[in-house]
């Protein structure tokens, strides 16, 4: 911690117009310094001091500056890092919305210690979420470089800024889901688009010492803000949407159970409703995760289990048809060939 005389050695960050400050490893009790003189985010603050501090001897660079009042950008990069490497626990104590792009490295991110809200986050993927009051830790599960770009807004510079209007649009984009049932914690994740990407990049390749480039930081901040809340929009009703771990556990299992059930008598409905998913949820995600619905999985299942029992001679036609669930042999016919290129009669005459 920093006493009382070094503080005042160092001026506030000036608002409403870009102020830069080029921070390294070496340097992290200057940036320590000035983030606990950026209101209102006292918190957030203290966290992303603590991050650089604790890089040690890592080649760390991060860049702070604030394009309009209450909206702050962070840069950071650098590396290699350890890896399994902590972020600091982060714990917002003003309302504001953040949003990160991930250019480089790999981490893991959990909210409020909840299971569901486990993210692993690569290249190119975001986070978007209304932090006011939630616990948010990380790991660095990648040891190569590192690169990030963060966006403070506070909720009065909103309002401020773009109006009550944009206000909430933003707010309802974080907060509720496309059906518009509301979220328990309002955070999401996605992959950005390769106009959110390339603008990231930029930001992270500008030149940050030369005031000359005030004009170009704000507007290239800015756009930054636009693309991640229209790539956050996006993924409300996407289905590129980035899956925490609790998702994936879920459904390799319900995969796994189709494996080994496809020929019992059970809906699609009951099978999400056993993995305590929505239907809707469920073959979102699946379909993202698997390249197939889950419907589309249990008839490939099954008419595997079909071809393999014609190709053996262990069944007939019919006898296949009626087992994985066909009322009419003629259906089961025409979607084995357009499965297989052949009907079953074919497959099974052949059969050794």
Known sequence: MLDNDQCR???????GRVDLI??????????????????????AR?????????????????????????????VCSGGPIPPHSALPDFF??????????FLKGRCTMEVAGNEELHFVMKENDFIAGDWY???????????????????MVTEDAAKEHFGLRFAESMARILHFREDGTRRSIPVLAGCGS?????????LVSMRKDDPLNAMEL???????????????????????????????RILTRLKKRIENEFLEKTSVKDLCASVGMSESKANRAFKQLFNVTIAGFLHNCRLQYAHAMLSERKRNVSECAFEIGYAS????????????????????????
Not at 9 to 15: D, L
Not at 135 to 146: F, L, S
Not at 194 to 202: A, F, M, T
């Open 133 to 151: 009051g939630q616990h948010t830790k990380g790991h660095i599960t990648a040891p190569k470089a590192w690169s990030h770009v963060s966006l």
């Open 46 to 74: 203290e966290s992303v001091a603590s991050f650089v501090a604790r890089a040690g001897d890592f080649k760390v660079q991060n860049s702070v500056f604030e394009p309009l009042k209450g909206i702050f950008l962070t």
């Open 218 to 248: 704000r507007s290239a901040s800015l756009d930054f803000f636009a693309r991640i809340l229209s790539n956050a929009e996006l993924s409300q009703r996407s289905q590129a949407a980035v899956l925490s771990e609790h998702d994936v």
């Open 194 to 202: 390769p106009d959110l990407v390339s603008i990231g990049r930029r």
């Open 329 to 352: 042999i003629s259906h089961f016919i025409t979607a084995y060939r357009k499965q297989y290129g052949q009907t079953p009669g074919n497959v099974f005459r052949r059969a050794p």
């Open 92 to 101: 917002c104590d003003q309302p504001c919305s953040i949003f990160m792009l």
């Open 9 to 15: 050695k160092n001026e506030p960050v000036a608002q």
């Open 22 to 43: 080029e921070i390294c490893v070496d340097a992290c009790t200057s940036l320590s310094t000035t983030l606990r003189n950026i209101p209102p985010l006292s918190a």
